[in-house]
C-alpha cells in the first residue's frame, strides 16, 4: 500500500532506537502519518542518519523548515552526535536542552533529546525518559515506580512528576544470551517460558539470590538426566533470572506501586513475579507513550520559541 | 617437527573435549609420544570421530589390537556414542563400565569412560571424573573440595576416596558471552581483568549476591560517565560473577580445604576471591592430571582382563 501524500506536518516524530526507525507527521498532537524502516541506530554511520530520516519523511516536506524531535539511541556517543545526559533527580525532559545535529537539508531542524543519568550507583538511559513523559502527561499526579522490562529492564521512581532515580538491569539480554548461545541452548532455544515453571523459580529466586548463579546449569543436567521440556527450562531460566532482579531491585516496589510497561508477553512475566511476590503491580499498555512524551516536548518546544 | 614413528604402544590414551583432542602412546605408565589436533567432539559428526583419531595414532598402530582408553565430552550424547553417568557417590572412574563404540579398524579397541551425575540439585560431568582420578591417584588420602574452573567450574566434594557430590556453575561462559557479545562487549571486550577491581567485586558479591544482577549495567554506565577502563570493567565483571557463585557454593569452602585445579590465570582469580572470602584455598597445576586418570583406569582395565 502506498502512503497517501502528506503536505505540511507541523512537525516531525521519531523514535530511533537501536534496530528501529519510526517517525510520525504531526499536527499539533494529531498523527497525519506515520512509517518505519529498519534502520536504525546499531546499522548506521553518524554520515547515515540524515539520508535514512530523508528515505521516511521527503515527501512530507514542504518549502518551509520543520522541527523534527527525536529520542533514543539515535543520540548515543556512537549514533548520529552524542546528545546529553541529564543528571536525576529531575523531570523526564528538558526539549531546550536537545542537541541540534548539523543537516544538509534545509527543510529539517532536528532536535535529539537528551537521555538521564544517575551517578550513584551508576546508570544511564536513553529513549526511555521520552516514555515516562509520555506517561506522566497522562497521569500527571502518579506516585510510584515504573517497571519497563525489555533488553534491558528499566526500574524508575516517580515522586511529584520528577525521575528521583532509576536502576537498570540487564536481564532480556542475559536470558537471549544464555537461551540461544550457552550450552542452554540445547535444552532451551526459542521456546515459550511455561507460566507454571516460570512462577516457580522466580519465587525461589526472589527469596533466595543464589539461586540464580546456583541454578543455571542444572536446567541443562535435569534435561538430560529428567526429561526437563524446553517449556519447562525456559520457565524456570526467565523465572531464575526475573526471580534475581526482583530480589535486587526490592526497595523500588516492595511498598510503592508500580506500573509495567513493555511488551505485553515480557510484562506479563514481570506482572506474575511482582504479584506472587507481594507487589501492588500494574500492567500497562505502552505502545503510545513514546508518541505522547514527543508530543510533549514538541509542545514545549513551540511554548518557548 | 615430524613426531618419530612409534610402534607398539601397550594402549593410547585420549582426551577428547569439545574443541580439542589429545592422544598420547603409552607403555604402561610411560608417555612414547604425543599429539593433538583441533578435532573436538563439537566439530564432529559420529561418523567423523574414527577417522579423527586413525589421524593422530594410525603410525602407532601395529598388528595387534590396542586399547584406546578416552575420556570427555566423546561420550557425550551429541558425541562418537553416548556413555553411561555413574550415580555419585561413587568413585570417580570405574574403566569397566566404559562404553566401546564399533569401529571399523580392527586394531582400535575404544573404552570410553562413563561420566558423573547427582540427581538433586541435578548435575552432570564428563572428563572431570577423569581428571578427580588423576588427582586421588597421586593424592589418595585427600578430604575436601577440589575447585575445577573453566568454561564451566566445577565444585566436587571428595571425602575416602569417593566423589560425594558436586556442583556445576556457569560463570565461564557467562563472562564470556557478557563481555564479548552483551552491550558490555563496548567497555570490556577481550580485555584482561585488573586484579584490584576484582578483589573489591569479589568480595562485595560474595556478600551480597545481589550485586551480581544489579552490578552488570552500571559497568556500562560507569564507562560513559566515570571513564571506567575495559581491564577495571573486565575485573569487576569478573569479580561479580566469582563472588556470586563463591556465595552460593559456601558450603563446598567455607569449612574445608579447597584445591583449585585449572588454567592459571582463571585458578588465580578464583584462588585470590576464596582466600580474600577465608578460605583454606591452594592452587595446583592441573596438566597432566587427566593422563593420571587415563592411566589409572588403563592400568584398573589391565587387571580386570
Redo the contacts between chains.
Sequence with gaps: MVSPVVTGPDWIAVDWGTTRLRVWAMQGSEVLDNRSSDKGMGSLTPEGFEPALLELVADWLGDRPVPVIACGMVGA??GWIEAE?RPTPCTPLDPLRATRPLVADPRLQVHILPGL???D????LRGEETQIAGFLARNPDFEGTLCLPGT?CKWVRIASGMVEGF?????G??YA??SR????R?TIGDARPDMDSFLEASAQAATN??????????L???A???GLTAEQGAGRLSGL?IG??L???RPLWSDRRVVIIGAPELSALYAGALTQAGADAHQMDGGELVLAGLTAAASALTRTT
Aim: no cysteine; net charge negative.
Design positions: 556517543r556512537t545526559y543519568s544517575q551517578i550507583p551508576p546508570d544511564v534491558h536502576h537498570t538491569f540487564m536481564t539480554e542475559v544470551l544464555l548461545q550457552s550450552v542452554l540445547l539470590a543464589d539461586m540464580a548463579p546456583a541454578g543455571l546449569f542444572p541443562r543436567a535435569a538430560l538426566l529428567n533470572l534475581s532482579e530480589a535486587a531491585a
